[in-house]
Structures are given as structure tokens and as C-alpha cells.
């Protein structure tokens, strides 16, 4: 098993920035590819962007440009630098991690608990 903690949410003003960080932690030899979905009130859930454990990344056309995805492989920690943010950002922003990006994208194993970000305008 494999567990995910999310921190680093929060209210923020539109323009502004924020950094999402998710520890994981247990059986992580079990997981290469890690991203972020996000879920608005109302909305679908949606792949906002994925990296490869070699550190290759895809974004979601609505955060290319503002979104960085990275990950600290030694630390076991993922992040999502954001910038530029903007109020159809807000969500609730999910970490989660499986063996591959295919399964990132179509079903993940493993969630975190999730953490809120709120843009103002």
C-alpha cells in the first residue's frame, strides 16, 4: 500500500501563486508516475498533469504555462508549482500515483485525501 498526504492549499488571490506538496510514503516501489487531478463544485474530475518517474510531464492545455509539475524522487515528494492562478482554478486538488501515466490517466491506484485551493477575483 501506498499513502499520499497533500498540504500547501489555500486562498488565494487571483494573479497569485501557491505550491502543492504530497508525501508518499509506504510501499512506494510499487509507483512510478505520480500527478494531480483537480474536482471544482459541479464539475468532472480532470488530469491536470502527470510526471514519469524519469521526470517527463503533461499538462492539461488550461495550466500549460502557469502549472510546473516536479518531484523529488529521493524525498518520495511530488509538487505542483502554481502560477499565475486564476478562479476557475479553484478545486479541490488531488495527488495520486500508480506504475504508469497510462493508469494515471485512466484510473489511479492510489489518492491522497486532497487539499483545497480557492482563487479570488
Known amino acids: 500500500q501506498v499513502q499520499l498526504v497533500e498540504s500547501g492549499g489555500g486562498l488565494v488571490q487571483a494573479g497569485g501563486s501557491l505550491r502543492l506538496s504530497c508525501a508518499a510514503s509506504g510501499d512506494t516501489i510499487c509507483i512510478s508516475a505520480m500527478g494531480w487531478y483537480r474536482q471544482a463544485p459541479g464539475k468532472e474530475r480532470e488530469l491536470v498533469a502527470a510526471i514519469t518517474n524519469g521526470g517527463s510531464t503533461n499538462y492539461v492545455d488550461s495550466v500549460k504555462g502557469r502549472f510546473t509539475i516536479s518531484r523529488d524522487n529521493a524525498r518520495n515528494t511530488l509538487y505542483l508549482q502554481m502560477n499565475s492562478l486564476k478562479p476557475e482554478d479553484t478545486a479541490e486538488y488531488y495527488c495520486?500515483?500508480?506504475?504508469?501515466?497510462?493508469?494515471?490517466?485512466?484510473?489511479?491506484?492510489?489518492w491522497g485525501q486532497g487539499t483545497q485551493v480557492t482563487v479570488s477575483s
Open positions: 495520486v500515483a500508480d506504475k504508469t501515466i497510462a493508469a494515471i490517466r485512466w484510473g489511479p491506484d492510489y
